[in-house]
């Protein structure tokens, strides 16, 4: 393979993996808004701050893959 054709693949995985995380994010999100909807209790609080702690992983890996997206389409600019 060129280099090229390496470079057009790692685009095209990135923005399926994007389009992966974000749809990931939405449903963590919503299953975290429907906890809070359930009764008191000790693991109502539990799972809320997992789905805020996972929320914000995914968000930060998102915000990476944005950043190398970013990277790899400028750069191709460039040339």
Same mark, same amino acid.
């Given at each position: 393979?060129?280099?090229?054709?390496? *470079?057009?693949?790692? %685009?095209?995985?990135?923005?399926?993996?994007?389009?992966?995380?974000?749809?990931? !994010? +939405? /449903? @963590? *999100?919503?299953?975290? %808004?429907?906890?809070?909807?359930?009764?008191?209790?000790?693991?109502?609080?539990? !799972? +809320? /701050? @997992?789905?805020?702690?996972?929320?914000?992983?995914?968000?930060?890996?998102?915000?990476?893959?944005?950043?190398? !997206?970013?990277?790899?389409?400028?750069?191709?600019?460039?040339?």
């Amino acid at each position: 393979m060129e280099e090229k054709e390496i *470079i057009q693949n790692r %685009i095209t995985n990135l923005i399926n993996l994007r389009q992966t995380m974000i749809q990931a !994010l +939405i /449903i @963590l *999100i919503g299953g975290t %808004i429907g906890v809070c909807f359930t009764s008191n209790s000790a693991s109502k609080y539990v !799972l +809320i /701050i @997992l789905g805020i702690l996972c929320g914000l992983g995914i968000m930060q890996k998102l915000h990476n893959y944005h950043i190398e !997206l970013k990277g790899y389409l400028y750069e191709k600019q460039r040339r």
